[in-house]
């Protein structure tokens, strides 16, 4: 998770376009960032695990 303080200021129009970073929606979280899901890898999984994402199986059983 990341902090409280990095999500609000990350949501905020930053003064120069370089400082936009892809953030996960739910979390806040940078790294890890799937641009197709607007996810980080970890709540990703969490959804695909649970169903919420349509389309998405596991690869292996």
């Not at 930053?14 to 892809?22: E, F, G, I, M, P």
């Not at 953030?23 to 790294?31: N, P």
Request: charged fraction near 35%; include cysteine; aromatic fraction near 10%.
């Amino acid at each position: 998770m990341a902090k409280v303080s990095d999500i609000v200021k990350f949501q905020k129009k930053q003064k120069y376009t370089v400082r936009d970073h892809n953030r996960c929606s739910l979390c806040g979280r940078s790294r890890g960032f799937m641009r197709k899901f607007g996810l980080c890898r970890l709540c990703f999984r969490e959804r695909a695990h649970r169903g919420e994402l349509p389309g998405i199986m596991k690869g292996s059983w």
